[in-house]
């Protein structure tokens, strides 16, 4: 069947067709439409004007380079070089700047928005990012409200992303559209991403597009890089906080022609201070030394060819465990204390090429690949652990505009996966090879009706997984949409990746049978309303997605507490996300965003429904951020509430080595001000201000070579207040 369907993707893709134009959306700094702009192709009659909604259609130039200059009597006109026809349509966001004399009339950009695809779609900007200190990937997300992160235990300092109340196993983590955040960096692949050489975070909730993989259950969260032709010539970032981490980004931008372009990126993460301010004899986070090194290329022709490359490496050293355990010195197999230790080394690329096709201004073929190296290994009390991994991804797409309405994507996807992870006595070996094909095809009419239909093949283990998805927006207005989509998901289990708490623990682990691939459906429906309040802009959004699985593989407690299982499950597990969101511009510069978030996940077997450990059934944001009107001073205010969270049973244990079976609900506040200067910026802050700490996310801390040691309750902040000043400085 897969070679039937390849057979006709080639024949499909030398079919011949004919282009019509690039369909631009012109918007303002705060992403309304611009009315009445004009478009032209710099020193041509070839033009056009915006309607009320923003968009134009103008016909492709003679030949490539090409300027196309976009003009506004109340914007600054805007000149954009296009070296091909790879898009189908283009997005520009003019900015509102008028100079009359000495004064300056300036509207501010948004932190975040969600784009006019019929996918909704959260972008992350940076103005966004740099209202906390966002060191890395995992720290980013402090003021979002769709995505949840949370600690895997109370020794290592793991992180995992959670979509709709979901284990971050069932959210796709790309970087510029690679996945190179999956198996064993699903681990702490977080902290390997700096927050400072972020340029935008995309968040997708639910399935997504097919064109990415099958692999997105929960959602997708796909990153992007800085731009070497779109970002500073040199940036230097320093951080230091009161527990003496530190932290150091120097970015250096260099533009070696008209059409190659490269920055280099450096991050340094050192942290070696002791800490256990919950006094259970274990340091709350681990010391940390970490260096990754990334190169990043862009490549643009005067013949249409456009060409992306990264390679980065990261070291990593992470030591936990008791406080006064000599780390590098004492050594693992002795019951001299209980210590832990995990070095990283990993190296990975990914790159795209694209251009339009010869003679076809609308067509056009791209490839994107990726390539991972990664080592780790250390140990955890007595038990060592070594894992290494060997993954690729090819993707190749073909785009064709074949009428006004309709855009079709198409081509073939191959990934090869070799992961080996070795714990004490346990090894798990995956290797997998997984060609696929999908075609996708975009019907927008008007900016008012939209689908995106998709659906891919890929076959895995001899069997061929179908995965549709589909996806609708509907405008009521220019300022009210309605977004619904339905899709199904499967990946394979990395149980060790996936579970790291349980290596903090002395349980052992019990696999029954070869597990099955999990699978899922997802449905969504999201309401977005933009309004005027009191004269002052505002967004409200309204989400409901439900996500049925078949197949979940849980860690199962339930026999013995000393033990986990993991087996196929033959019940029913569900997760019901509904999440309500208000922002408004109060006054002039000062804006509030509220957020709450109502969570059901749960399982159930032969009549007995049990709620999935450690998620909030109930979660509440409010945001305040203010900044002065000539720009050089802001400040953010963040509050976080979390509802209790269900705790797993420890009834059967011994009384010493019980836990309730909830959590407290607890308040979380974090704030930062930030003075700007022409290059120089200080930020100044603090997270966790009311200093809340979870007591007891450790069981069995006074023996830990016992077997009801388990580092896994962990759900609550185990660090207390942190204060931190930081500089950033660059020059254009």
Same mark, same amino acid.
Request: aromatic share 8%; charged share 20%.
């Given at each position: 069947m897969l070679r039937i369907l390849l057979t006709g993707f080639a024949l499909f893709f030398v079919t011949e067709f004919f282009g019509q134009g690039l369909r631009v959306q012109v918007l303002g700094d705060s992403a309304q439409p611009v009315e009445f702009a004009g478009i032209a192709w710099l020193g041509t009659k070839n033009a056009a004007q915006t309607d009320e909604k923003g968009l134009a259609f103008i016909g492709w130039p003679d030949s490539f380079p090409a300027r196309l200059v976009v003009l506004h009597t109340e914007f600054v006109t805007d000149t954009i070089l296009l070296t091909d026809s790879l898009k189908k349509s283009l997005t520009v966001r003019m900015n509102?700047?008028?100079?009359?004399?000495?004064?300056?009339?300036?509207?501010?950009?948004?932190?975040?928005?969600?784009?006019?695809?019929?996918?909704?779609?959260?972008?992350?900007?940076?103005?966004?990012?740099?209202?906390?200190?966002?060191?890395?990937?995992?720290?980013?997300?402090?003021?979002?409200?769709?995505?949840?992160?949370?600690?895997?235990?109370?020794?290592?300092?793991?992180?995992?992303?959670?979509?709709?109340?979901?284990?971050g196993a069932y959210t796709l983590l790309l970087t510029e559209n690679a996945p190179l955040l999956s198996g064993l960096s699903q681990t702490y692949g977080l902290n390997s991403v700096p927050g400072n050489q972020i340029n935008a975070i995309h968040i997708v909730k639910g399935p997504g597009t097919v064109i990415f993989g099958h692999e997105a259950m929960a959602g997708m969260v796909n990153v992007d890089l800085k731009d070497p032709m779109n970002t500073k010539s040199l940036f230097v970032n320093a951080y230091l906080d009161d527990d003496l981490r530190k932290e150091l980004n120097i970015d250096k931008k260099w533009k070696l022609n008209d059409q190659l372009s490269t920055i280099f990126m450096i991050h340094a993460d050192h942290s070696d201070k002791e800490e256990d301010l919950n006094n259970d004899g274990f340091m709350d986070m681990p010391m940390l030394q970490s260096v990754s090194l990334a190169s990043k290329w862009k490549y643009l022709s005067k013949q249409g060819?456009?060409?992306?490359? #990264?390679?980065?490496? +990261?070291?990593?050293?992470?030591?936990? %465990?008791?406080?006064?355990?000599?780390?590098? !010195? @004492?050594?693992?197999?002795?019951?001299?204390?209980?210590?832990?230790?995990? #070095?990283?080394?990993? +190296?990975?690329?990914?790159?795209?090429? %694209?251009?339009?096709?010869?003679?076809?201004? !609308? @067509?056009?073929?791209?490839?994107?690949?990726?390539?991972?190296?990664?080592?780790?290994?250390g140990f955890y009390g007595l038990r060592q652990y070594e894992g290494k991994e060997v993954n690729g991804n090819l993707r190749m797409i073909y785009n064709r505009r074949w009428n006004e309405y309709n855009s079709l994507d198409a081509g073939f996807s191959y990934r090869y996966d070799d992961t080996q992870e070795t714990f004490d006595t346990l090894t798990i070996k995956r290797r997998e090879s997984v060609p696929g094909v999908f075609i996708e095809n975009t019907f927008n009419k008007n900016q008012i009706l939209a689908f995106i239909a998709g659906v891919r093949a890929d076959l895995s283990d001899g069997k061929v997984f179908l995965t549709p998805r589909l996806s609708m927006k509907y405008s009521f207005s220019e300022n009210f949409d309605l977004r619904a989509n339905i899709g199904t998901g499967w990946k394979h289990s990395y149980i060790l990746a996936e579970n790291p708490n349980i290596l903090a623990s002395s349980k052992v682990i019990l696999i029954h049978g070869d597990l099955r691939p999990q699978e899922s459906v997802n449905t969504g429906i999201s309401l977005v309303k933009k309004f005027k309040w009191l004269y002052r802009k505002g967004t409200f959004i309204l989400d409901a997605y439900h996500t049925r699985f078949r197949n979940m593989v849980i860690p199962d407690y339930s026999f013995d507490f000393t033990e986990v299982h993991f087996a196929n499950f033959n019940g029913k597990t569900w997760s019901t996300a509904i999440q309500a969101e208000f922002s408004w511009e109060v006054i002039k510069n000062l804006d509030i965003k509220l957020a709450w978030k109502f969570l059901d996940v749960q399982k159930e077997k032969d009549g007995n429904r049990e709620e999935l450990p450690f998620i909030a059934r109930h979660r509440v944001l409010a945001t305040l951020y203010y900044e002065t009107f000539n720009r050089k001073w802001n400040a953010s205010l963040t509050t976080q509430w979390f509802g209790k969270k269900r705790l797993p049973y420890t009834l059967f244990n011994p009384v010493p080595f019980r836990r309730p079976d909830y959590s407290d609900p607890y308040f979380k506040l974090n704030m930062q001000v930030n003075r700007i200067w022409k290059r120089h910026e200080l930020y100044l802050g603090s997270e966790n201000l009311l200093n809340f700490i979870q007591k007891d996310a450790i069981i069995s801390s006074a023996n830990p070579y016992g077997p009801y040691f388990d580092t896994s309750f962990i759900w609550g902040p185990t660090e207390g207040r942190k204060i931190y000043l930081g500089w950033r400085y660059h020059i254009d």
């Open positions: 509102n700047v008028k100079t009359l004399g000495q004064v300056n009339i300036t509207e501010k950009k948004d932190g975040n928005f969600i784009s006019y695809s019929p996918i909704k779609t959260e972008i992350i900007t940076p103005k966004e990012l740099t209202k906390m200190a966002c060191c890395n990937l995992g720290e980013s997300f402090e003021t979002n409200a769709s995505v949840d992160i949370t600690y895997k235990d109370a020794v290592t300092g793991s992180k995992e992303i959670q979509i709709l109340g979901l284990s060819t456009i060409s992306q490359n #990264t390679i980065r490496y +990261l070291y990593e050293q992470r030591m936990g %465990g008791q406080t006064g355990f000599e780390h590098g !010195e @004492h050594h693992h197999d002795t019951l001299g204390g209980w210590g832990q230790e995990l #070095t990283t080394n990993k +190296l990975d690329f990914n790159g795209r090429i %694209g251009r339009a096709l010869k003679g076809k201004k !609308e @067509h056009s073929i791209g490839f994107q690949y990726s390539g991972v190296y990664h080592s780790q290994y």
